[in-house]
């Protein structure tokens, strides 16, 4: 009887878990399928099937939430993807039902303030390392956060004060802290310098520098 109820009891725990989502990651995933995307769950389940050439995360849209057209703005919101096919861009819903089609007169400004990074990568000997001094004096080590190490460091956009860094040693990609721990293992030919990090807490990875795939911070992929 105790051996049953143990076996159900972590029956249990493990479903439990493996109902848990994520929730400093999207809901919907874009996913690529034979040079087509569309979007998967947390657990890997096509929600919107791959028809689309260009498909971007849920997220707002400044240009259509500052529309001149009234009607359109709601399609702004962050209930709404963008994605294109047949070079015709459209929004599309949760339930990947086209809702708007973009078109030139809708588009509004974006008046978004920049702020600079604090950290920056520096380039010493060709090696790159990590600073956040302006003036920065190479003879005196206490002048980097990292010592010029890697062969190549870029600060991806997001948090200001502790940002993730794409790192490449041995020509091979992975991701540090500003401490230098290893985030990402030095394990992918490639990894993408674009918004995923800041806008869905996930990084775009690639083994082989043709396909790519989404991953969180503790290496899991999507």
Same mark, same amino acid.
């Given at each position: 009887?105790?051996?049953l109820?143990s ?9 439990t ?6 929730t400093?990651i ?21 929600v ?13 849209? /400044?240009n +259509?939430?500052?529309?001149?057209? *009234?009607k359109?703005r ?5 209930? !709404?993807a963008? =994605?294109? %096919? ?23 400004? /974006?008046? +978004?303030?920049?702020?600079?990074? *604090? ?8 090696? !790159?390392?990590? =600073?956040? %001094?302006?003036?920065?004096?190479y003879?005196?080590?206490k ?25 490449v040693?041995?020509?091979?990609f992975?991701i ?9 293992p030095?394990?992918?030919d ?14 775009e ?10 991953i ?7």
């Open positions: 009887m105790k051996k109820l076996l159900c009891l972590t029956g249990f725990f493990l479903a878990y493996s109902q848990m989502k994520d400093a999207p809901a919907l995933i874009p996913q690529t399928i034979n040079q087509k995307t569309g979007y998967v769950n947390q657990s890997g389940k096509v919107i099937p791959a028809e689309y050439h260009i498909a971007m995360f849920f997220s707002e849209d /400044c +259509l939430l500052n529309s001149p057209n *009234k359109v709601m399609y702004g919101s962050d209930d !709404y963008t =994605v294109e %096919k047949n070079q015709i861009t459209y929004r599309i819903d949760r339930k990947g039902t086209r809702v708007y089609q973009y078109k030139n007169e809708d588009l509004g400004k /974006c008046t +978004l303030p920049y702020e600079s990074p *604090k950290y920056k990568a520096f380039v010493m000997n060709g090696f !790159y390392g990590l =600073v956040s %001094k302006e003036d920065v004096d003879k005196n080590y002048d980097f956060e990292i010592y010029p190490q890697y062969q190549m460091l870029y600060v991806l956009d997001s948090d200001k004060e502790n940002p993730m860094i794409i790192a040693l041995d020509n091979k992975g540090i802290n500003k401490n230098n721990q290893v985030v990402i030095f394990i992918y490639d990894i993408k310098t674009n918004l995923s990090w800041k806008m869905a807490n996930l990084f990875v690639s083994r082989d520098g043709k396909e790519y795939f989404y969180n911070k503790n290496n899991h992929a999507y």
